[in-house]
């Protein structure tokens, strides 16, 4: 039978599948996580330009470090670190408003217009 806990190597030269026990990657945090995709920056869809880590760190952080951005075109929201977050509304020119999604759950959900 085949499964995800062991997926590889990435990009960054990290063993990656949620049966990997890892550290949040964001500098000073040592919440314990694993590498599996709910914890990616970024995820393996296509869609709009988060296209297979493309435009994305493709590190693993935990829930204090991810924020959600709806890329313009996508029907949903993708999880992402908060610099790739800020990568993403400069380049599609966010003004920074606060979306409907923010009112409810504040600093967690962006949308990139």
């Known amino acids: ?48 330009d988060l296209h297979d880590h493309d435009n994305t760190c493709a590190k693993y952080y935990c829930g204090k470090h991810l924020i959600y951005v709806k890329v313009p075109g996508a029907d949903r929201y993708v999880q992402v670190c908060s610099r790739c977050a800020a990568e993403i509304e400069k380049r599609e020119g966010n003004d920074g408003s606060v979306s409907e999604s923010d009112e409810e759950d504040p600093g967690n959900r962006r949308e990139a217009t």
């Open 1 to 48: 039978m085949m499964g995800w806990s062991l997926c590889g190597t990435n990009r960054h030269g990290q063993e990656t599948g949620y049966g990997v026990r890892a550290t949040c990657d964001e500098p000073g945090c040592d919440e314990q996580i694993d590498r599996g995709l709910g914890y990616l920056c970024g995820d393996n869809y296509e869609i709009g």
